[in-house]
């Protein structure tokens, strides 16, 4: 089946901080997003993005699908950015998402 | 509008019980899955509903069912609980299939 992986696998950052977050996946998709968890389990999606790229205030993401991996950029970090951040992907036409390991973020303050 | 809401929070049960997990999802939106998640991983897929119907299955036993009502909402039941049962369980909804996926708030369940 389909490999997701995510990068890396922990980042300490300070408040303030920019950051890239890397997804890689072996085969194609049809769709890909990304997620935010925050320390309480809340799962948040933050881009649906199969391609291309998108901008949501301080957060952006590119994916590059014809190279399989896509991209989260945070900008500007807060300590309520900090978490662990989900790449998922969907491979075909089961509508399953398959989950990265995710990437633990913390902020300092 | 209200989102995902998924009942109960928590949840403590016994080796070899029965377990039923209840999911509504966001007004509007027809699609509904099932997720588990084990603490330090990324959640595992185990059921897709659209329009009532069953739409995927992951690699999870029989002892795991579902199901989608006609005003959408879903159940998740378990049976036979193992002690490797316990995890978060996430709903998600989406409003149709292949569009942005919104999840619950989880319930959290314990085999003891």
């Known amino acids: 089946g389909i490999q997701v992986e995510q990068s890396p696998p922990d980042l300490i950052l300070q408040e303030g901080a920019n950051s890239t977050l890397r997804c890689n996946f072996s085969?194609?998709?049809?769709?890909l997003q990304w997620f935010h968890q925050n320390p309480w389990g809340q799962l948040i999606n933050l881009f649906y993005?199969?391609?291309?790229?998108k901008q949501n205030g301080r957060l952006s993401a590119t994916t590059v699908a014809t190279e399989r991996y896509s991209l989260l950029y945070i900008s500007s970090s807060q300590t309520t950015d900090s978490g662990v951040y989900f790449c998922a992907v969907e491979p075909g036409s089961n509508y399953q998402l398959i989950w990265g390991a995710g990437t633990k973020l913390i902020i300092k303050p | 509008d209200a989102g995902v809401t998924q009942s109960p929070t928590h949840l403590i049960k016994t080796r070899g019980q029965h377990v039923t997990l209840r999911c509504s999802p966001i007004s509007g939106h027809k699609s509904v899955s099932w997720y588990q998640q084990v603490l330090g991983q990324g959640p595992q897929f185990i059921f897709q509903y659209y329009e009532k119907e069953e739409r995927g299955r992951g690699n999870f036993p029989d002892r795991f069912s579902a199901r989608q009502f006609p005003n959408y909402s879903s159940e998740l039941n378990v049976n036979a609980l193992l002690l490797g049962d316990s995890a978060l369980y996430l709903c998600?909804?989406?409003?149709?299939?292949?569009?942005?996926?919104?999840f619950g708030n989880g319930t959290r369940l314990t085999v003891t």
């Open positions: 998600a909804s989406s409003l149709v299939e292949q569009s942005p996926l919104h």
């Open positions: 993005i199969p391609s291309g790229t």
């Open positions: 085969d194609s998709v049809n769709n």
